[in-house]
């Protein structure tokens, strides 16, 4: 190979590192931007056990009667 040509090749693999670089940096920023905002507020949870966590609780509708 010639020095022209190693010199080519280093050129080309430089070029592609910038690339990816630069595409990882704008993938990263709009990820920052999509990401849901953590000051969010949340809805009740449920436990495992069934317990409500002192949320207000509908009572159960009766069962339905079957002839």
Do not use: E, H, Y
């Amino acid at each position: 190979m010639s020095a022209a040509r190693i010199a080519d090749i280093r050129k080309t693999v430089r070029q592609f590192a910038v690339a990816i670089v630069a595409c990882t940096a704008v993938a990263g920023g709009a990820a920052l931007v999509a990401a849901p905002d953590d000051t969010a507020p949340v809805g009740p949870r449920m436990v495992a056990d069934g317990q409500d966590n002192g949320w207000p609780v509908p009572p159960p509708s009766p069962a339905p009667i079957v002839d």
